[in-house]
């Protein structure tokens, strides 16, 4: 379960222009109520009419006593252009705008509310107060058809709640040769994200401090049983335990005005001598219950794997857009069985972040390979390498995205879904075989073009279409998604 993700409490405000009959716009609000309740879905009706600026004031108060953080202006007839804007204003949180569609051809004389036109000054309005506001795609229709626009915009106005709030908790710089995890805190700010950032020395003291926790002994049953029989290494929980200790404190201790944490730590080169494991499985368990880690101090990172949680309601992963597929793999488990190109192909790879019910039943807490060649003796039995939570990422749905702050200090996006096939990676970490389709323009055009680095974090399931929206409203003007073959990017050769 998620906790570190904010819970929608959704109002909806009726608008209404005062040369049209106020009842419509009333009746009609009542109508959306009753189809969002028969989807079970909760929504405070505001008994406040807004037609005027002073409707605009005591209907913001309403749903605001009422808890509301998240907010739908509907438009049951034309809507008074200043006073249904202002509400944008007012209101401390995420607004949508929807409209009325007229309900029968019979009824176009009283029962005719123009709110098709409406929205168009309702737009126009908004832009000249430079208000951000989320309107569907189509966003005129039925009672029906704007309940389904409001459980569109819940995972939309759950994520952009969740950001206000955020606080992004770092520990040392990134490694050296790890540019490409550049991260200029300037768009963090931006987007109203909070950032600390403090030595590996102070998470070190901090680890120092629980050694003898009397909680690590519950923890470490709670590893046992998450991870089963032969699974673990029972001498290694105390250390992990007491860090996962550390981190849930800090957090505790420092989200100071914020409500939300994320973390960004260093875990290369010295942290595993020093701190006597690898932190990875730690982090596998602190991203399944909402609290994301990102590998070496990917500040962008853990803010990417955030977002997706509030969207998907779901744990994510951070992955490196790691290796390609081999061709003897490919034509071996893929090719005739799936829809793909070995170029819509690759392997999504960390050592072991990736929470453990996104991973096959053969996953194992195990030790770092690389690091262990690198860091103990030749020959040895891994003991401060171990850590990691090793398996294939089990098949599925995903979306692959990613929200960066470039090295000009310009927020840009990518989004593309795909799924991760029933295909053995045949290798180790926490891996998996992807599948996109047009990858390999994408990895060109878009990865390399526009110089992302090599993490992209991971949600589970197809989530393209609220993380576009999401990435809109936050004022990200570039949004990259996996074109197909008939639209070339701009930097595409044509003569290709």
């Known amino acids: 379960m998620l906790t570190n993700i904010p819970e929608v409490k959704l109002g909806i405000i009726a608008v209404s222009r005062d040369c049209f009959i106020i009842s419509l716009s009333e009746r009609r609000r009542a109508a959306v109520c009753a189809e969002c309740a028969a989807r079970g879905m909760d929504i405070y009706e505001c008994r406040t009419t807004v037609e005027n600026e002073r409707d605009m004031l005591r209907a913001v108060d309403e749903v ?94 759950r994520a952009l709640i969740g950001l206000s709030r955020l606080k992004i908790i770092t520990f040392g710089p990134r490694p050296q040769d790890f540019f490409a995890c550049n991260a200029p805190i300037k ?77 960004a730590d260093k875990c290369w080169p010295a942290f595993p001598e020093e701190f006597g494991f690898e932190p990875c499985y730690v982090n596998s368990r602190l991203a399944s219950r909402g609290i994301p880690v990102s590998c070496e101090v990917d500040i962008y990172g853990a803010l990417s794997e955030y977002i997706g949680m509030c969207v998907s309601e779901d744990t994510v992963t951070l992955l490196d857009i790691n290796n390609s597929v081999p061709a003897d793999l490919y034509r071996s488990e893929i090719a005739g069985r799936f829809p793909y190109e070995l170029s819509d192909t690759f392997m999504g790879f960390h050592c072991g972040n990736t929470p453990s019910c996104k991973l096959c039943a053969e996953r194992a807490v195990k030790y770092q390979l690389i690091q262990h060649r690198l860091l103990e003796p030749a020959g040895s039995e891994p003991d401060f390498t171990r850590g990691t939570l090793e398996g294939d990422i089990a098949p599925g749905e995903i979306t692959f995205y990613r929200l960066q702050c470039d090295s000009e200090g310009v927020l840009r996006a990518y989004i593309a879904e795909g799924e991760v096939l029933p295909v053995a990676t045949r290798s180790f970490g926490g891996i998996g075989v992807f599948a996109i389709s047009e ?28 993380l576009f929206e999401v990435m809109r409203l936050l004022g990200v003007r570039d949004i990259a998604y996996n074109q197909p073959k008939g639209l070339p990017y701009p930097t595409e050769n044509p003569f290709n």
């Open 64 to 157: 605001k006593s009422a808890g509301c953080n998240a907010l739908v202006v509907f438009l049951g007839n034309f809507g008074p252009e200043t006073p249904e804007t202002l509400i944008a204003r007012h209101f401390d949180g995420p607004v949508m705008y929807a409209a009325a569609a007229e309900e029968s051809g019979g009824d176009l004389i009283d029962g005719r509310g123009d709110a098709y036109c409406g929205m168009l000054n309702c737009s126009y309005n908004l832009g000249m107060r430079h208000l951000r506001a989320w309107i569907p795609a189509y966003p005129v229709g039925t009672a029906a058809d704007v309940a389904r626009m409001i459980a569109e915009f819940r995972p939309i106005a």
């Open 187 to 263: 768009g963090l700010y931006e987007l109203g994200v909070e950032v600390e950032e403090n030595s590996e020395l102070d998470l070190l003291v901090a680890y120092r401090a629980h050694a003898g926790d009397s909680r690590i002994p519950g923890v470490c049953a709670d590893m046992a049983r998450e991870m089963g029989e032969g699974r673990y290494y029972p001498d290694l929980s105390e250390r992990l335990a007491q860090f996962e200790l550390t981190l849930l404190d800090w957090a505790e201790q420092h989200r100071g005005s914020r409500e939300y944490v994320a973390f």
């Open 439 to 466: 990858m390999g323009r994408f990895y060109r055009h878009v990865l390399l073009e526009k110089r992302y680095p090599h993490h992209g974090a991971v949600a589970f399931g197809h989530h393209g279409r609220a």
